[in-house]
């Protein structure tokens, strides 16, 4: 008796993935999300192209095309007048002098912090690490009225030391150094306690060379803020032979050389301000971005 079987099936092929409707897709998003992102870096960059244009342009040139960037013709003018006619070299000595010593005092005092909140067992270690977070969450324009004050009774008020000292420690750098601090392996500082290390020793020469990519970061950040500081110069000191950068530019802005806009000389002052920020950056950018890593990896 024969058993009816039913005829075998043929399975078709599988479908290939349709590449080709993807990939029209994946282009058209890729265009349009760098369109978007030109677009915006165009936006932030112009206002640094206009200060570029205007300080090459004649005055009567920059007041009548303010927002063109191309000056015609090319005039140098500007740049005679500010270091013929202005005190920006004194104002650039005393922002290098407040600068260097700041960004020295920042780096090492913000590291030993950053050490001690890390690794030091002490009573009230918590607290201390708490009031570190509250002053980074304070304004510091609620602050300029008590800083004020302090100067005053302490007698330090309109001098170098008044426009130094208190600039020497900022909060947010020595959260930085404790965060990288932190993940520092314990074992390391054991093996130097072992061959009879104190702790200085330990943080000085054992954990502070490995914490180079947070030191770099902290000495951009402290370079970037003590140069652009302007409102503790403004409650700090009155004497004009000691304004810095940013209050001696802030004096050419509210029109302290006479009448007239002045656009070419304030814009070309303002643009030989920022050249030493800029410099800095570009020359540890690979070390900020690499420090900016390691520290995003290891959070």
Same mark, same amino acid.
């Given at each position: 008796?024969?058993?009816?079987?039913?005829?075998?099936?043929?399975?078709?092929?599988?479908?290939?993935?349709?590449?080709?409707?993807?990939?029209?897709? =994946?282009?058209?998003?890729?265009?349009? =999300?760098?369109?978007?992102?030109?677009?915006?870096?165009?936006?932030? &960059?112009?206002?640094?192209?206009?200060?570029? =244009?205007? !300080?090459?342009?004649?005055?009567?040139?920059?007041?009548?095309?303010?927002?063109?960037?191309?000056?015609?013709?090319?005039?140098?003018?500007?740049? +005679?007048?500010?270091?013929?006619?202005?005190?920006?070299?004194?104002?650039?000595?005393?922002?290098?002098?407040?600068?260097?010593?700041?960004?020295?005092?920042?780096?090492?005092?913000?590291?030993?912090?950053?050490?001690?909140?890390? #690794?030091? #067992?002490?009573?009230?270690?918590?607290?201390?690490?708490?009031?570190?977070?509250?002053?980074?969450?304070?304004?510091?324009?609620?602050? &300029?009225?008590?800083?004020?004050?302090?100067?005053?009774?302490?007698?330090?008020?309109?001098?170098?030391?008044?426009?130094?000292?208190?600039?020497?420690?900022?909060?947010?750098?020595?959260?930085?150094?404790?965060?990288?601090?932190?993940?520092?392996?314990? !074992?390391? +500082?054991?093996? $130097?306690?072992?061959?009879?290390?104190?702790?200085?020793? %330990?943080?000085? !020469?054992?954990?502070?060379?490995?914490?180079?990519? $947070?030191?770099? %970061?902290?000495?951009?950040?402290?370079?970037?803020?003590?140069?652009? +500081?302007?409102?503790?110069?403004?409650?700090?000191?009155?004497?004009?032979? &000691?304004?810095?950068?940013?209050?001696?530019?802030?004096?050419?802005?509210?029109?302290? &050389?006479?009448?007239?806009?002045?656009?070419?000389?304030?814009?070309?002052?303002?643009?030989?301000?920022?050249?030493?920020?800029?410099?800095?950056?570009?020359?540890?950018?690979?070390?900020?971005? #690499?420090?900016?890593? +390691?520290?995003?990896?290891?959070?």
């Amino acid at each position: 008796m024969a058993i009816a079987t039913d005829p075998p099936r043929t399975q078709s092929p599988p479908s290939a993935p349709d590449h080709g409707r993807r990939r029209p897709r =994946g282009l058209v998003n890729t265009f349009v =999300g760098y369109a978007i992102l030109v677009f915006f870096g165009l936006v932030f &960059l112009y206002p640094f192209v206009i200060q570029i =244009g205007n !300080s090459f342009k004649t005055e009567s040139d920059a007041a009548a095309n303010p927002l063109s960037p191309f000056p015609g013709p090319v005039d140098l003018t500007s740049f +005679e007048k500010i270091f013929a006619g202005t005190n920006f070299p004194l104002w650039m000595g005393n922002s290098l002098l407040v600068t260097i010593i700041v960004t020295i005092g920042r780096v090492f005092l913000a590291s030993l912090a950053g050490y001690a909140l890390a #690794r030091l #067992r002490f009573r009230g270690r918590s607290a201390v690490f708490a009031g570190v977070i509250a002053v980074i969450a304070v304004p510091g324009v609620v602050l &300029l009225i008590p800083k004020f004050l302090v100067l005053n009774q302490l007698g330090i008020y309109n001098s170098y030391t008044g426009l130094i000292l208190p600039l020497l420690v900022d909060a947010a750098q020595v959260f930085i150094m404790k965060q990288f601090f932190e993940s520092v392996p314990v !074992s390391v +500082e054991e093996a $130097a306690r072992i061959d009879g290390a104190g702790v200085f020793r %330990t943080y000085w !020469s054992v954990v502070l060379p490995m914490a180079r990519p $947070a030191l770099i %970061t902290v000495t951009i950040l402290a370079f970037q803020g003590s140069w652009n +500081e302007f409102p503790h110069s403004l409650v700090a000191v009155q004497d004009p032979d &000691l304004f810095t950068l940013p209050r001696g530019l802030a004096d050419l802005v509210s029109g302290s &050389l006479g009448q007239g806009t002045q656009y070419p000389l304030k814009l070309g002052a303002a643009l030989l301000a920022t050249i030493p920020v800029a410099v800095i950056f570009v020359i540890f950018q690979r070390y900020f971005v #690499r420090g900016a890593n +390691e520290g995003a990896d290891k959070g």
